[in-house]
């Protein structure tokens, strides 16, 4: 019967269903991912107090903040999308994302307005996140609805690329603005360019959804009377939903998100923060790598139809773990081999007495550790040098080592302020001086970076991301009933990406500010991924060929 479904030619309204809901979820991927692709200019226009790297990481807090709320858009959107039906959600979704973005490039900077520059765009953020966690889980299950049974996961793979194309979209449409208007204009106003465009989006998404008739699935239990009546209270109260919710989080979704961001957003951060990439090649390099990868998700989805869902998911999370290490490795050979090549010639080291070491991530920029080691530290972050530390034997002492020199962090603490200051600025000096003569960058040399071999490692990143995130939205629609469908996939999903995966930028890069180590932040990744595979291979079933009307 599944072979037989599976060779039946979609009809023009089955095509037109995908093809509507992929373009519309594309703009609204669009929509929450141009904060990212923008986060240096945000940085500069609404924390501008703040240093360079605090400014940046609180980017990337205000960022995170809409991958929070994600979860509680999913209940709200959720419980909508299963009692009054799938169409007219996904719409009102598709309204707050857009209008929230247009809003963006309309708002004052720091400079005009001060601290309510940046509150307002928090605010904003959050209303892209409720947005978004109702719209992934609707446009997902109306695809399916459509699909041919034997067709599924090659038809829902087309959704999948939507978040993809989306990231794309942002990264393409924010380098066309700046070539276009140059890097001044770029930094001044042209900046709210690309948040702008999205009216025009809106616009054309609201116009293709329009056009779309309701999910089939769905028309037929409301005119049976049989829609739930407390989608959230069915779909968690009940032990029977509840159990396949978490096994929907934590043997799939959690492990699929890490795979996700650590693939796309923080292989970006990674090359322009740590490997001093420049920001507009890094992300040419990555849309490549976006555009080689994104027919990847329809090569697995379609196989999904034909192996099964599970292998596929498990497979990719496995690789991820066992290969993260040495494929960013390979990154940093690639992209900045003269960094890759002092560290590996010339050691840095910071000696110092435990008990003088502070926790390093300083996400405000508010806390001046004065201690000699914490300088230390602050000093080589602040150029993007990896270190390793040793224990001194006294307290109140630290060095810096760096090949075969060795410097002395000096002691501030009970100086007068323009004494301190001279001394930390001495000693940064002579920080940067040694990091230069042992060879150590200051930026990546753009003639030195290997770009077929940094599109490779990122294309096998893209191909970890398709491996995991192709299968996924069919399994997710086969693994609960229509009645309560949207909300009991919707949760899990956007607990997975809002939490697990939104938040792996911040956790990662306050690991390797803790531990100096430039690839720590990968356990984050690595862990989360294994704990996924672990839980998928043992108790996640198999959906391929599940009757997802069968409860119906």
């Known amino acids: 019967m599944a072979d037989a479904a599976a060779s039946r030619a979609m009809t023009r309204e089955e095509r037109k269903v995908v093809f509507a809901s992929t373009l519309g979820t594309v703009f609204e991927w669009y929509d929450f991912y141009l ?12 924390f501008t107090p703040l240093e360079a790297g605090p400014a940046f990481v609180f980017t990337l807090l205000a960022l995170a903040a809409g991958f929070v709320v994600r979860p509680f858009g999913a209940l709200v959107f959720g419980r909508m999308g299963d009692m009054i039906g799938r169409k007219y959600t996904f719409l009102v979704t598709i309204l707050i994302m857009g209008l929230s973005t247009f809003i963006v490039g309309t708002l004052p900077t720091y400079g005009s307005i001060g601290v309510a520059a940046p509150v307002m765009l928090i605010g904003l953020r959050l209303l892209q996140g409720l947005a978004m966690g109702g719209e992934y889980g609707g446009a997902a ?3 399916a609805e459509y699909a041919p049974p034997g067709r599924r996961g090659a038809c829902t793979a087309w959704i999948q690329t939507t978040a993809t194309l989306g990231l794309c979209m942002a990264l393409l449409v924010t380098l066309g603005t700046r070539w276009a208007l140059g890097d001044n204009a770029f930094a001044d106003w042209g900046w709210r360019v690309p948040f702008l465009l999205s009216i025009v989006l809106l616009v054309v998404s609201v116009w293709i959804r329009l056009s779309l008739a309701e999910s ?21 109260g009940r032990w029977k939903n509840l159990r396949m919710a978490l096994l929907a989080l ?13 693939g796309q957003f923080y292989a970006l951060f990674f090359l322009t923060q740590q490997l001093k990439v420049d920001a507009t090649t890094a992300q040419l390099l990555v849309a490549a790598a976006l555009l080689i990868g994104t027919p990847l998700f329809i090569v697995f989805g379609a196989l999904s139809d034909r192996v099964g869902r599970k292998p596929l998911i ?25 960094l890759a090549d002092a560290q590996a010639r010339h050691r840095v080291v910071v000696a110092a007495h435990p008990a003088d070491c502070s926790f390093q991530f300083n996400p405000t920029g508010a806390a001046r550790h004065a201690s000699p080691c914490d300088l230390a530290k602050q000093v080589l972050a602040g ?30 603490q009970g100086l007068p302020a323009d004494e301190a200051r001279r001394q930390a600025t001495t000693f940064r000096e002579a920080v940067s001086s040694a990091l230069a003569e042992h060879g150590y960058p200051l930026q990546a040399d753009p003639d030195r970076i290997h770009t077929l071999a940094v599109v490779a490692v990122l294309s096998y990143l893209m191909l970890l991301v398709a491996m995991v995130y192709g299968p996924l939205a069919a399994m997710l629609v086969e693994m609960f009933p229509t009645r309560i469908r949207y909300t009991s996939v919707s949760l899990p999903y ?34 989360v991924a294994g704990a996924t595979a672990v839980v998928g291979l043992l108790l996640l079933p198999e959906t391929r060929g599940v009757d997802i009307y069968a409860e119906d």
């Open 35 to 46: 904060y990212g692709a923008m986060a240096a200019v945000l940085a500069q226009q609404f």
């Open 141 to 143: 299950i109306y695809v």
């Open 216 to 236: 089939p699935a769905f028309v037929r239990i409301k005119s049976q009377g049989r829609t739930s009546q407390a989608p959230v209270r069915e779909s968690f």
């Open 250 to 262: 934590l043997g799939l979704t959690a492990g699929q998100a890490v795979v996700w961001y650590t």
């Open 314 to 338: 498990v497979l990719g999370c496995v690789l991820a773990a066992a290969t993260y290490f040495p494929a960013f490795k390979a990154l940093a050979w690639a992209a900045n081999p003269a």
């Open 383 to 412: 150029h993007s040098v990896g270190y390793d530390t040793e224990p001194a034997a006294r307290p109140g002492q630290a060095w810096v080592r760096i090949g075969n020199a060795t410097l002395t962090s000096p002691a501030l």
């Open 494 to 527: 956007h607990i997975g990406n809002g939490w697990f995966g939104g938040l792996l930028p911040t956790l990662s890069f306050a690991i390797v500010a803790q531990t100096g180590n430039l690839y720590s932040g990968l356990w984050y990744p690595v862990a």
